[in-house]
């Protein structure tokens, strides 16, 4: 139990790590395309 312990906790870390990059990745993916169609009409 000990010994699976700092292995089970480095897990979630690298899922959440792995999860914040995707949605980061997806967010500025999100704003280009937003920025792309929302500035050629003010211009």
Known sequence: MTR???Y???IPFRME???K???LT???IF???YGFMTI???T
């Open 17 to 19: 790590l792995f999860r």
């Open 8 to 10: 089970r906790e480095e």
């Open 31 to 33: 704003l280009a395309f």
């Open 4 to 6: 699976e312990n700092p």
């Open 21 to 23: 990059s995707f949605h």
């Open 26 to 28: 997806g967010f500025l």
């Open 40 to 42: 050629p009409p003010i």
